[in-house]
């Protein structure tokens, strides 16, 4: 028995009056291969008459196919990707790098809560929460030597510093000179190692002289200098006449100026046991402080104590009482 051919057609048949279909198929896929291009195409080649709201659209994008649905209502900006799995929800919306997230069951997006993955920059106008913490566990913010940070319940964060105490003076120098100074080592016509007693500040300020002539600093010239080493590049002459002379500079244990006899201020009224003076001492154990001449002692479980200008007395002085006191600073 032969079979019978069914109807071919070479064209497909369109109605003359539009009536609403499930889904349309594309391929709808843009002048460019991007999503919103095909969702474009689809919406150019759908006529507003057959729409309906949950009407479904296939489009295909980067050759993968996809499957959108006419969401909220008919309009081109309501065809929307279904989402899979559970909810029903839409695909992203918004515009390009805006982050999606849940509003009221459904997926939606803010222009100011962006991602560019292109340069890995997270924008956000307001970040609520307590200490934030890196892909790896570890904290954003990690408190150093005598810093805390806590946070609130609010989340709120608070960076404080404790224990930092008084602040160390800085360290105070002199600029002293050494006048033709005799270098140490052997001048037997071999020995190209010496050394000045002092550190020439600065090195180069250093002028070494052989019988009477200037040496030039240098590797490639006369002699170089380490701290207090001097090596020549060419031995003296045995029974040379070496000299030197340079500028160096001292630490100062004490202050370079002294207050003398200065009268602390503070009420001297039998119950005031705090005192001012004009300047930080160097060192505070250095202060002698009178009361009525007598000098009292200084120290915790003694007479008085001294924190930068303050001076507290364990026991206030007497009313009316003389007051002075010597200190360098």
Do not use: C
């Amino acid at each position: 028995m032969a079979v019978t051919t069914g109807l071919q057609l070479p064209f497909g048949i369109q109605p003359v009056n539009p009536v609403p279909v499930d889904a349309w198929s594309g391929p709808f896929t843009g002048s460019i291969d991007t999503t919103q291009s095909a969702v474009d195409a689809a919406n150019s080649s759908i006529p507003s008459a057959i729409r309906f709201q949950s009407m479904e659209v296939r489009l295909i994008v980067s050759g993968t196919s996809r499957k959108f649905w006419y969401r909220d209502g008919i309009d081109d900006a309501d065809l929307v990707e279904f989402a899979s799995g559970g909810g029903g929800g839409s695909g992203p919306s918004g515009s390009d790098t805006e982050i999606q997230f849940n509003s009221g069951g459904a997926f939606s997006s803010d222009p100011n809560f962006t991602y560019d993955s292109t340069s890995s920059t997270l924008t956000v106008p307001h970040l609520s929460g307590s200490l934030t913490r890196l892909a790896d566990g570890t904290s954003y913010l990690v408190a150093g030597e005598n810093i805390t940070i806590t946070t609130g319940s609010n989340g709120s964060i608070t960076i404080s510093a404790t224990g930092l105490g008084a602040p160390a003076p800085a360290v105070r120098t002199q600029t002293q000179m050494s006048w033709m100074e005799s270098p140490g080592g052997t001048v037997d016509g071999v020995n190209t190692v010496f050394t000045v007693a002092n550190a020439p500040t600065p090195a180069n300020g250093l002028m070494f002289f052989v019988n009477g002539v200037l040496q030039k600093p240098g590797a490639q010239y006369d002699y170089t200098i380490s701290s207090t080493t001097v090596t020549l590049a060419v031995p003296p002459e045995e029974g040379s006449n070496l000299v030197a002379t340079y500028a160096y500079q001292i630490s100062l244990d004490v202050g370079p100026n002294t207050s003398w006899m200065e009268t602390p201020g503070g009420a001297v009224d039998g119950v005031n046991s705090t005192f001012n003076i004009a300047n930080t001492p160097w060192p505070s154990s250095a202060v002698m402080f009178y009361v009525n001449g007598v000098l009292q002692k200084q120290g915790a479980t003694f007479d008085y104590t001294v924190t930068d200008k303050t001076i507290y007395f364990s026991v206030p002085p007497p009313e009316g009482s003389n007051l002075s006191v010597t200190y360098p600073y």
